[in-house]
């Protein structure tokens, strides 16, 4: 029996990963996967570059360590260099973390601090939307709208005030009809307002929603509205782009559809595309300028600013540039999202969305009245294990509409060719029938 304590404790049968290459993934009895959703979307570079895995070794072999309050280190100055021009933040300076969910921390944290230098010491509230993810501890988890993940901890989380999401397929939003009244945008200004906006430090939002409700875009005018209420009330934006960021939307960073430049900047996943655990925070240079007149910034971790990280994330930009892979993310993206309507055909399937290399199905027992399945069900887990059963990893999640609701995500390594994509596509079709079929 396996001593390791396994992310699913049940209801799973694990294959044992021992190679990656590309878009595929090796088991140890030398079966294939296509890895349709690059774990849990993270992947962006593929598996098992070389160049990437040489960058990791020759800066472990030069300079594992050192601790970022004493030193910095040749790989975080390039990775700084290399990331802040790139990031629609201005003056953007970055904070190395490791992973999305210290880099959310870091920037609740930091919009608390920021609100303190200004002298408006009653600014702590960060407003959050609901369906969101925005990290598993407990700072990041309170703001986070997920109710399959936040039932267990409630007595945990802090109150945070929040407001719905732009998710049109489920909007029940007074006033809102089959063209978006933005009323979702216009929930922030109420909420700010009945909160008192001298107690709210921060609003936090995915540019295209991740696994919590199944790449979700907004409509064309939403964050503009959002940077205007934000300013408005002297409130930071936070852009999480753990999910969108590095090239998957087809853009650096997601935000970037609509012209808008957030105060802070979260990524992660993509950063080190999954070579290294790794996060981080861009933050507008005049909030740091703040803090440092203010006595500084009082917050951090062992690992951050971590020179290896920093290496494998100057290796990964560098090649996400050099290859092109953002553009090819856009062009492979829209081939995806072309092919995925087709599943449309099948009864189970009420709404296929996203938006370059990220996309999600979302399944639905009953079409027209759009019930979800029940939970106990646990469709969504059926047809990742069906999919994979057939060679095909797509990522399951779900429990978006009070706890129930099924949710495929799909975004391959943007290095996907297209006859990869309609594989996907065609698997997570049959595994969709086979599993709904009743
Ligand atoms: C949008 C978003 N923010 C934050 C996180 C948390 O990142 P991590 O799991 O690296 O802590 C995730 C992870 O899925 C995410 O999708």
Same mark, same amino acid.
């Given at each position: 029996?396996?001593?390791?304590?396994?992310? =699913?404790?049940?209801?799973?049968?694990?294959?044992?990963?021992?190679?990656?290459?590309?878009?595929?993934?090796?088991? %140890?009895?030398?079966?294939?996967?296509?890895?349709?959703?690059?774990?849990?979307?993270?992947?962006?570079?593929?598996?098992?570059?070389?160049?990437?895995?040489?960058?990791? *070794?020759? !800066?472990?072999?030069?300079? &594992?360590?050192?601790?970022?309050?004493?030193?910095?280190?040749?790989?975080?100055?390039?990775?700084?260099?290399?990331?802040?021009?790139?990031?629609?933040?201005?003056?953007?300076?970055?904070?190395?973390?490791?992973?999305?969910?210290?880099?959310?921390?870091?920037?609740?944290?930091?919009? *608390?601090?920021?609100?303190?230098?200004?002298?408006?010491?009653? =600014?702590?509230?960060?407003?959050? =939307?609901?369906?969101?993810?925005?990290?598993?501890?407990?700072?990041?988890?309170?703001?986070?709208?997920?109710?399959?993940? =936040?039932?267990?901890?409630?007595?945990?989380?802090?109150?945070?005030?929040?407001?719905? &999401?732009?998710?049109?397929?489920?909007?029940?939003?007074?006033?809102?009809?089959?063209?978006?009244?933005?009323?979702?945008?216009?929930?922030?200004?109420?909420?700010?307002?009945?909160?008192?906006?001298?107690?709210?430090?921060?609003?936090?939002?995915?540019?295209?929603?991740?696994?919590?409700?199944?790449?979700?875009?907004?409509?064309?005018?939403?964050?503009?509205?959002? %940077?205007?209420?934000?300013?408005?009330?002297?409130?930071?934006?936070?852009?999480?782009?753990?999910?969108?960021?590095?090239?998957?939307?087809?853009?650096?960073?997601?935000?970037?559809?609509?012209?808008?430049?957030?105060?802070?900047?979260?990524?992660?996943?993509?950063?080190?595309?999954?070579?290294?655990?790794?996060?981080?925070?861009?933050?507008?240079?005049?909030?740091?300028?703040?803090?440092?007149?203010?006595?500084?910034?009082?917050?951090?971790?062992?690992?951050?600013?971590?020179?290896?990280?920093?290496?494998?994330?100057?290796?990964?930009?560098?090649?996400?540039?050099?290859?092109?892979?953002?553009? *090819? &993310?856009?062009?492979?993206?829209?081939?995806?999202?072309?092919?995925?309507?087709?599943?449309?055909?099948?009864?189970?399937?009420?709404?296929?969305?996203?938006?370059?290399?990220?996309?999600?199905?979302?399944?639905?027992?009953?079409?027209?009245?759009?019930?979800?399945?029940?939970?106990?069900?646990?469709?969504? !887990?059926?047809?990742?294990?069906?999919?994979?059963?057939?060679?095909?990893?797509?990522?399951?999640?779900?429990?978006?509409?009070?706890?129930?609701?099924?949710?495929?995500?799909?975004?391959?390594?943007?290095?996907?060719?297209?006859?990869?994509?309609?594989?996907?596509?065609?698997?997570?079709?049959? &595994?969709?029938?086979?599993?709904?079929?009743?």
């Amino acid at each position: 029996m396996t001593k390791v304590f396994r992310r =699913r404790l049940a209801g799973w049968t694990y294959p044992e990963i021992v190679r990656g290459e590309g878009v595929y993934l090796y088991d %140890r009895e030398g079966r294939r996967y296509l890895d349709g959703s690059s774990g849990a979307i993270v992947v962006t570079v593929g598996h098992g570059v070389p160049e990437i895995a040489e960058a990791i *070794r020759e !800066q472990a072999a030069r300079l &594992a360590y050192v601790h970022g309050t004493e030193f910095t280190s040749t790989a975080m100055e390039e990775l700084a260099t290399e990331l802040t021009p790139r990031v629609p933040v201005d003056d953007a300076r970055l904070f190395l973390v490791s992973g999305g969910s210290e880099a959310t921390e870091t920037a609740i944290k930091l919009a *608390r601090q920021y609100q303190l230098a200004k002298g408006r010491p009653g =600014r702590y509230k960060v407003v959050f =939307r609901w369906p969101s993810f925005h990290g598993s501890t407990l700072g990041a988890l309170a703001i986070s709208g997920r109710p399959t993940l =936040r039932t267990t901890f409630a007595p945990l989380l802090l109150e945070m005030p929040r407001i719905p &999401a732009p998710y049109a397929y489920r909007c029940a939003l007074p006033g809102c009809g089959p063209a978006c009244s933005l009323e979702c945008a216009k929930a922030l200004d109420a909420t700010i307002r009945a909160e008192d906006p001298d107690t709210v430090a921060a609003f936090i939002a995915e540019p295209v929603i991740g696994a919590s409700a199944g790449a979700v875009v907004p409509p064309a005018d939403y964050f503009k509205i959002v %940077r205007e209420i934000c300013d408005r009330h002297g409130v930071l934006f936070i852009a999480d782009e753990v999910m969108t960021g590095m090239g998957r939307t087809g853009k650096w960073f997601g935000i970037e559809h609509w012209g808008v430049r957030p105060d802070v900047l979260t990524t992660g996943k993509g950063l080190t595309s999954g070579y290294l655990p790794g996060g981080a925070v861009l933050v507008k240079g005049e909030i740091v300028e703040t803090l440092k007149a203010g006595g500084g910034f009082q917050h951090g971790f062992t690992y951050s600013h971590h020179p290896v990280v920093a290496a494998a994330g100057v290796a990964v930009t560098r090649y996400v540039e050099r290859h092109g892979l953002v553009e *090819r &993310a856009r062009v492979q993206g829209a081939y995806l999202q072309e092919r995925l309507q087709r599943l449309l055909d099948l009864p189970a399937v009420g709404d296929v969305r996203g938006l370059g290399l990220m996309a999600a199905v979302e399944l639905v027992q009953d079409r027209k009245s759009k019930a979800p399945y029940p939970a106990a069900a646990r469709m969504a !887990q059926a047809i990742q294990a069906e999919a994979l059963g057939r060679g095909v990893n797509v990522y399951a999640s779900g429990g978006q509409v009070d706890g129930a609701g099924d949710l495929v995500m799909v975004g391959p390594p943007l290095v996907v060719e297209r006859d990869q994509i309609d594989e996907v596509v065609a698997v997570l079709g049959d &595994a969709i029938a086979a599993v709904t079929r009743t």
